[in-house]
């Protein structure tokens, strides 16, 4: 069975309305993307299930949503300012065009070799000297556009988290360890973006922070590791796909004394989903050396105070999105048919069943349409007259939707109708006031992936 190829991924996405250019009919800005409608299903689930799993299954995560524009002095503190860049070189030759030279240089010569010579992708040209440039987006706050208003946009949601440290220990009785979660848009001035909605200036993080007595942050370390794998592979990435790729000591942060990647085998190959960070004490001690406030936790019982030590899960919402799509993803042929399939997690899918007339007459259009509206107040269901049966199917196939009801003559007569299954293309007869219970118990049920394991 062949891997989805980017290219199919883009080309589905466009023609079903999940994601498209933003403004494409000015020409486009370079890696920014609009999504659509089934898009913004698709990544609302997933962001469900990231909250799911955050605070429903747990007792021991707190909510935040921080503020995108905040205080400059967080990004000194948080060392953004000074160190938060990429070694930028320009092409000398004819086409003029910027890159990261990190990456050029691990392209062209491998991450061994660090003396070798590199050109331009594009044009072979002659490469300048490298120069550090920062990724933060620089904005202005206020009527006038002088130095005292300058702020920026947050390059990550981490901060707005580390900030409120002080006010979620004071309101939501929790100690340590207890986390803080959040979901936000955060901003990076890329050089270098690109691989579709996978490295893009404008994105959206799932972070949360999770406070620990310093003695027992490697113990929490472990456990959000395999925590974070388990979410995965329970939504469906199949486990072949994935892998848990500890740091060198060459690529840890300043602050990290130990990081692991959650990587899925896109199809450029092996590439971050997540980070999970042990931070150390270094966010709450520098925005305390800075803004002069205490941020550590003082435990009632005994006087003892400690600053907490904190475990990072910190993942991309649209590269999730993208894992999800591309292992999802499969072209087969089906009765001397090919069918192109998105086999998401039914509570992923943007549309969880399709509620399908087999022929405009004889009552049947009604019927399918009563059947939705009782089934859309508790599930994302649709309602589609468009086109011949097996057209219909195929258009819900290619969105991920799991079951299709088709309402025929046969409803008409004894009020069952049949359920399709998207995996499997088994039909059964459903009588109609059993659907509900139905698809909510098979919702309900462990789901894995039919695709075989690469």
Not at 150 to 178: C, D, H
Not at 237 to 265: C, F, M, N, Q, W
Not at 313 to 318: H, L
């Amino acid at each position: 069975m062949a891997e989805a190829t980017l290219d199919e991924i883009v080309a589905l996405c466009k023609r079903r309305g999940f994601i498209f250019p933003s403004s494409e009919i000015y020409g486009g800005v370079g890696s920014t993307y609009d999504y659509g409608h089934y898009g913004v299903l698709l990544k609302n689930n997933v962001k469900a299930e990231w909250w799911r799993a955050m605070l429903q299954e747990r007792d021991d995560i707190v909510a935040i949503d921080s503020a995108i524009i905040q205080h400059p002095k967080v990004w000194e503190a948080s060392g953004h300012l000074d160190g938060f860049t990429d070694p930028l070189v320009q092409c000398l030759g004819e086409c003029k065009r910027r890159f990261r030279e990190d990456h050029l240089r691990e392209a062209q010569l491998g991450a061994e070799d660090a003396e070798g010579e590199i050109r331009c992708p594009e044009c072979g040209g002659e490469l300048s000297e490298p120069r550090q440039f920062n990724l933060m987006f620089e904005t202005h706050v206020g009527p006038v556009a002088e130095d005292g208003n300058v702020a920026y946009l947050r390059p990550e949601t981490a901060q707005g988290i580390f900030i409120n440290f002080k006010n979620v220990l004071q309101f939501a009785r929790k100690k340590p360890p207890f986390g803080i979660a959040q979901i936000g848009k955060s901003f990076r001035n890329e050089i270098t973006p690109g691989n579709f909605i996978f490295r893009t200036r404008e994105f959206e993080q799932m972070e949360m922070e999770f406070f620990v007595p310093p003695d027992s942050a490697g113990e929490w370390h472990e456990s959000w590791m395999e925590e974070r794998m388990r979410w995965y592979t329970e939504l469906g990435i199949r486990a072949g796909k994935l892998r848990l790729r500890p740091h060198g000591s060459d690529e840890l942060s300043h602050y990290s004394s130990a990081t692991s990647d959650v990587e899925y085998e896109f199809p450029m190959g092996f590439s971050e989903l997540e980070g999970i960070a042990n931070r150390g004490d270094f966010d709450l001690t520098q925005h305390a050396k800075f803004s002069n406030e205490k941020l550590e936790y003082v435990d009632s019982a005994d006087g003892s105070r400690y600053v907490p030590h904190v475990i990072e899960p910190a993942a991309g919402v649209d590269r999730a999105m993208l894992a999800f799509m591309v292992d999802a993803y499969e072209v087969e042929e089906v009765e001397g048919r090919e069918r192109t399939v998105l086999r998401l997690h039914p509570r992923l899918a943007p549309v969880k069943a399709a509620v399908l007339p087999l022929v405009n007459k004889d009552g049947q259009p009604e019927k399918a349409r009563e059947i939705h509206h009782a089934l859309r107040g508790l599930m994302a269901t649709e309602f589609d007259t468009g086109g011949s049966i097996g057209k219909r199917y195929r258009r819900q196939d290619e969105i991920g939707t799991p079951w299709g009801i088709t309402v025929d003559h046969q409803t008409m007569e004894d009020d069952t109708v049949t359920l399709r299954d998207r995996d499997s293309l088994e039909q059964s007869r459903i009588p109609v006031d059993d659907l509900v219970n139905e698809l909510v118990g098979r919702l309900a049920q462990p789901w894995t992936s039919p695709k075989p394991t690469a």
